[in-house]
């Protein structure tokens, strides 16, 4: 059941990315270009997936077992670091360069776009280039048991 929820839940945000728009890597970087033709529509979209997000992820925290019977992942306190930070500026000007992120290039696969299967081969590149770097394996692949959640006990 819960991957049937969850793959639900991926077929309504593709549909949702499709309808605004936000597949389009022209959108995004109409949004990003506030000095030329603004197009503050990303913003709206954005606004109303916070929302939502917001009250699903309040809803989970007041039910015992959370949604589809697992807690949601937290961010431990005090856990904005340097890495994080570089991280989040290196997504920033990728996604700005290339206009996709990772959502919108899954949508973007699928519809058979090939930009997006070039940027989605190139972000796992990324992830176990750092990974190697780093030398800790890539989130989500670690040998544990099978949960809902990441980090659920």
């Not at 049937?4 to 949702?16: D, E, K």
């Not at 389009?24 to 939502?52: E, H, N, R």
């Not at 949601?72 to 996709?100: K, M, R, Y």
Request: charged share 5%.
């Amino acid at each position: 059941m819960t991957y049937l929820l969850a793959s639900l839940s991926g077929l309504i945000m593709g549909c949702g990315l499709i309808l605004s728009g936000m597949t389009a890597p022209g959108k995004v970087q109409a949004f990003l270009d506030v000095t030329g033709a603004w197009d503050p529509s990303l913003a709206f979209v954005m606004a109303g997936a916070i929302g939502v997000a917001s009250i699903v992820f309040r809803l989970s925290s007041r039910l015992p077992n959370g949604l589809l019977n697992g807690r949601a992942p937290t961010l431990a306190s005090g856990a904005i670091d340097t890495p994080l930070i570089v991280g989040s500026l290196l997504f920033g000007v990728g996604w700005g360069i290339s206009g996709i992120c990772p959502g919108p290039a899954l949508v973007g696969i699928g519809a058979g776009y090939l930009p997006s299967t070039v940027f989605v081969i190139c972000l796992l590149f990324g992830m176990e280039f750092h990974a190697w770097l780093s030398g800790s394996p890539v989130s989500g692949t670690e040998e544990t048991s099978p949960t809902p959640w990441p980090g659920k006990p």
